[in-house]
């Protein structure tokens, strides 16, 4: 059985960073796909960024591109997301999802894609 468990979530002021954690467990995670999804008050989960567990290749929504850092400690079994200069938007809970898939067909950027997910932690970024 696949457990995913977020932490690092926080209150932080603009400009100022987090580093979530998830830690999965349960499964070889070789041929996962894991990602960070996010969703703030009255909004949809939006995708943040994903990595291919086994090679590293990782994507960036827009908003996040040369903020955020995705990365996989194969060791630990945990996914990261470095989060520097925060702003007040990025204010949300943060999920941890994660799916097994064919390994010559991308991941996709749909929520509905994936399985497994975290329980999420809450972001809050003060201005």
């Known amino acids: 059985q696949v457990q995913l468990v977020e932490s690092g979530g926080g209150l932080v002021q603009a400009g100022g960073s987090l580093r979530l954690s998830c830690a999965a467990s349960?499964?070889?995670?070789?041929?996962?796909?894991m990602a960070w999804f996010r969703q703030a008050p009255g909004k949809e989960r939006e995708f943040v960024s994903h990595i291919i567990w086994s090679v590293g290749s990782t994507y960036y929504a827009d908003s996040v591109k040369g903020r955020f850092t995705i990365s996989r400690d194969n060791a630990k079994n945990t996914v990261y997301l470095q989060m520097n200069s925060l702003k007040p938007e990025d204010t949300a809970v943060y999920y941890c999802a994660g799916k097994e898939k064919t390994p010559w067909l991308p991941p996709q950027f749909s929520s509905d894609w994936y399985d497994y997910w975290g329980q999420g932690t809450q972001v809050t970024v003060s201005s």
């Open positions: 349960g499964r070889t995670f070789s041929r996962f796909a």
